[in-house]
């Protein structure tokens, strides 16, 4: 069996709560809109030329009952007031012939900016580490550019996808983030 190298990448989030902690996660996999799917989470590469494409053109292109491969973060609680936040960070080289990373990151008491910068920044660290590259990130960070530069020849940019909710006494409160590989 052969599967293709994905060529397109759609970034989605949702949350549910619910007195069961596995429909909780459900209402938060169809507000993120990939409840009909078969998910297979898979690891973190964005792949060689792959370019991310809005959410609804991505839907379009999918089938109910099709297997997907997603990079997602989940985080759940019973707890009231808890908040929990689920993000994945993209960090895409300049050179679409370079290959990217994704990360996921969840994380309780952080709020959406909190989190989503972390999955970004770890996203950034994760990638220039596979390139050989092995410093502080604060380093190579151009605030005046918004990227990441790696090299001379390598310039990052990042984003992320981020949900946060808090938990509400007597139910499971669950927060996803998904980039959705798309042949």
């Given at each position: 069996m052969s599967i293709e190298i994905p060529s397109k990448v759609f970034l989605t989030r949702g949350h549910g709560q619910h007195k069961e902690k596995l429909a909780s996660f459900e209402l938060a996999?169809?507000?993120?809109?990939?409840?009909?799917?078969?998910?297979?989470?898979?690891?973190?590469?964005?792949?060689?030329?792959?370019?991310?494409?809005?959410?609804?053109?991505?839907?379009?292109?999918?089938?109910?009952?099709?297997?997907?491969?997603?990079?997602?973060?989940?985080?759940?609680?019973?707890?009231?007031?808890?908040?929990?936040?689920?993000?994945?960070?993209?960090?895409?080289?300049?050179?679409?012939?370079?290959?990217?990373?994704?990360?996921?990151?969840?994380?309780?008491?952080?709020?959406?900016?909190?989190?989503?910068?972390?999955?970004?920044d770890l996203a950034a660290y994760m990638l220039a580490t596979t390139l050989g590259k092995d410093f502080d990130l604060d380093q190579i960070w151009n605030e005046e550019k918004s990227v990441y530069e790696i090299s001379e020849d390598i310039v990052v940019k990042t984003q992320n996808i981020t949900m946060t909710t808090c938990g509400k006494n007597g139910f499971w409160t669950t927060a996803v983030a998904a980039a959705v590989l798309i042949p």
């Amino acid at each position: 069996m052969s599967i293709e190298i994905p060529s397109k990448v759609f970034l989605t989030r949702g949350h549910g709560q619910h007195k069961e902690k596995l429909a909780s996660f459900e209402l938060a996999l169809r507000e993120a809109r990939i409840a009909p799917f078969n998910l297979v989470k898979v690891s973190s590469i964005f792949p060689p030329h792959c370019r991310l494409i809005p959410k609804e053109e991505g839907l379009k292109q999918l089938n109910p009952g099709q297997i997907i491969f997603l990079i997602m973060s989940e985080n759940v609680t019973d707890e009231t007031h808890r908040m929990i936040s689920a993000s994945v960070g993209v960090a895409v080289p300049n050179e679409t012939k370079h290959y990217g990373y994704l990360s996921e990151h969840h994380s309780f008491g952080q709020c959406e900016n909190e989190a989503g910068q972390y999955a970004e920044d770890l996203a950034a660290y994760m990638l220039a580490t596979t390139l050989g590259k092995d410093f502080d990130l604060d380093q190579i960070w151009n605030e005046e550019k918004s990227v990441y530069e790696i090299s001379e020849d390598i310039v990052v940019k990042t984003q992320n996808i981020t949900m946060t909710t808090c938990g509400k006494n007597g139910f499971w409160t669950t927060a996803v983030a998904a980039a959705v590989l798309i042949p």
